[in-house]
């Protein structure tokens, strides 16, 4: 696995116990609460949190179905309440890749790192990305969405914050 381009790193602490913010990463019904940008709802998710094993779920944008997609992670590894490590991708129904069916310069997968750290009573995520294989061209198309990226995952971890409040 060749990995190209800049990092994409965005990191939120979070007012809450490593355990319930762990939970809420791994587990399949609270993910579909609050994973993805703000508009956003995730639908039809399943999740085999083990290494090899898939999240694959579908994301819609505002009830708009030109918007929905599909994406999976494929997890290479899972060290409970410290690190999630998987390929990212979007996908069709099943979980087989797919190109951004937006941006078809887009990468067709990228390495997630996620990492928990606990200090205090509070929980700091750190989301960590990288092209996996991709082209020069693929690479300059994520490196240029850094900004996208950064807004998208603000959304996302805005939603993660309300959620985790309940």
Not at 25 to 50: I, M
Not at 72 to 101: C, I, K, M, Y
């Amino acid at each position: 696995m060749n990995t190209y381009g800049k990092p994409f790193v965005i990191a939120r602490t979070f007012d809450a116990p490593l355990d319930k913010v762990w939970r809420a990463w791994t587990d399949r019904a609270r993910l579909e609460k609050w994973f993805g940008p703000k508009g956003c709802t995730l639908t039809s998710p399943k999740l085999d949190l083990r290494v090899g094993g898939t999240f694959l779920y579908k994301m819609e944008m505002g009830g708009d179905p030109k918007m929905a997609h599909w994406g999976r992670w494929v997890f290479r590894e899972v060290t409970p309440q410290t690190r999630l490590v998987f390929t990212t991708g979007f996908s069709d129904e099943h979980g087989a890749p797919q190109r951004n069916p937006w941006d078809s310069s887009w990468p067709l997968e990228w390495l997630s790192t996620v990492t928990f750290e606990e200090r205090a009573g509070k929980t700091t995520v750190t989301v960590h990305w990288v092209t996996v294989d991709a082209t020069p061209s693929e690479a300059k198309t994520f490196d240029d969405g850094h900004a996208s990226m950064r807004g998208g995952w603000t959304g996302t971890m805005d939603q993660l914050e309300s959620y985790l409040r309940h």
